[in-house]
């Protein structure tokens, strides 16, 4: 299953099948992102974070793609599992001259299905 | 143990009251910030403070005050409560420099202003 971020914020896939969740982020001096997770009654938890000096980087049944000629980032998990089901939200830094400020997307709905 | 905890994790009260947060990081991190969830999971930074010094501090209500008595805590209060603060707040640290930027988030406190 794959969601187009703003425009779709609820996906739902079936156990064992890839999800592929999309953000587009709006500034270009942007260079570093994080995805996160939020379970339902919990705060947002860290899953894999990219520098804009690469493409793509992987963790455990997660990958991280940027494309940076559109400003465009995703998060595919791998065989996802029921315990996957949460709100996702990437986060993109900007480097103020006060400090590293944060901004976060609308987030995306992942229901997976047993 | 837990890395940032936040109290109370329920808050319901009246319009015009004034009411605090508190924010405790038992992380040894530099950076702690707030950060306000509305009902359509729409995360937006309102503080962060560096070393007890607000470093950015975003368009937010004067009515909204963060207080760090020392470097693990950040409390935010809010004077004159009113039905648009309703919300939950997350409280979260970081330690900025080293080859992640991630954040921890604490587990969310919910307003609800009635």
């Known amino acids: 299953g794959e969601s187009v971020g703003l425009h779709l914020p609820t996906l739902s896939v079936q156990e064992g099948d890839n999800s592929i969740i999309n953000c587009a982020y709006s500034n270009s001096a942007s260079d570093y992102f994080i995805w996160y997770k939020q379970e339902s009654g919990k705060g947002p938890q860290f899953i894999i974070d990219i520098r804009s000096n690469m493409d793509k980087r992987q963790g455990q049944r997660v990958t991280v793609l940027l494309n940076k000629t559109v400003k465009h980032l995703s998060l595919q998990i791998a065989a996802t599992q029921p315990g996957d089901s949460a709100v996702y939200f990437c986060a993109e830094m900007r480097r103020m001259n006060t400090g590293n400020q944060f901004y976060f997307g609308t987030g995306t709905s992942l229901t997976v299905i047993p | 143990d837990t890395a940032v905890s936040q109290t109370p994790k329920y808050l319901v009260t009246q319009m015009g009251n004034d009411k605090s947060i508190k924010c405790e990081q038992n992380l040894g991190h530099d950076t702690m910030y707030w950060y306000k969830q509305d009902s359509k999971k729409f995360l937006k930074i309102m503080f962060s403070?560096?070393?007890?010094?607000?470093?950015i501090n975003e368009t937010v209500p004067n009515r909204f005050s963060p207080k760090s008595p020392d470097k693990a805590h950040l409390n935010l209060h809010i004077n004159s409560l009113e039905l648009g603060d309703s919300a939950v707040y997350f409280c979260?640290?970081?330690?900025?420099?080293?080859?992640?930027?991630?954040?921890?988030f604490g587990p969310g406190t919910r307003l609800t202003v009635t």
């Open positions: 979260a640290s970081s330690n900025p420099g080293g080859r992640s930027y991630e954040q921890y």
């Open positions: 403070y560096n070393n007890k010094e607000l470093i």
